[in-house]
């Protein structure tokens, strides 16, 4: 499904990498408004704190500061990236790219039933991409 909407717009997944940048927007902490504390995330996402089991229209929540909502909750979104659980471990530090190959691709920002610590900016997780899962969605990327 995925696949077929990227192929018709000409679009791509963000790598990993982009999608944390995008999420991150300039700031070193667990949340893009700046803070480490879980007891704000309602102010930036949708997780099992306050979104009453169900996935919310994007923008109700305060964006970050390159403009992105919803990074942090609402739905995990599918990257481009192989997951592997070492890989950071030998990974470049700068724009890594992923693994070349693996059986599950990485998802990342938390979902709408997650306690807030899985939506923090640098949680992710893992999937097979052809397994129907729920709460899974996808945010595209293009090449300037």
Excluded at 15 to 41: H, I, M, P, Q
Excluded at 95 to 119: C, E, H, I, K
Aim: net charge neutral; with cysteine; proline share 6%.
């Amino acid at each position: 499904m995925i696949q077929g909407f990227l192929a018709a717009t000409g679009m791509r997944l963000p790598s990993d990498a982009e999608w944390e940048y995008c999420c991150r927007a300039g700031t070193g902490t667990a949340f893009n408004n700046g803070s480490n504390d879980d007891a704000l995330v309602g102010n930036l996402a949708w997780f099992g704190g306050n979104a009453m089991s169900q996935t919310r229209p994007v923008g109700l929540k305060q964006a970050n500061p390159l403009g992105f909502h919803d990074m942090h909750g609402n739905v995990w979104e599918w990257v481009s990236d192989w997951y592997s659980a070492t890989y950071f471990d030998e990974s470049p530090i700068v724009n890594p790219t992923g693994p070349a190959m693996g059986t599950s691709r990485v998802f990342r920002g938390g979902f709408y039933l997650n306690l807030s610590a899985s939506t923090r900016s640098s949680s992710r997780s893992n999937g097979v991409p052809d397994a129907p899962v729920f709460a899974i969605g996808f945010r595209v990327a293009r090449n300037p």
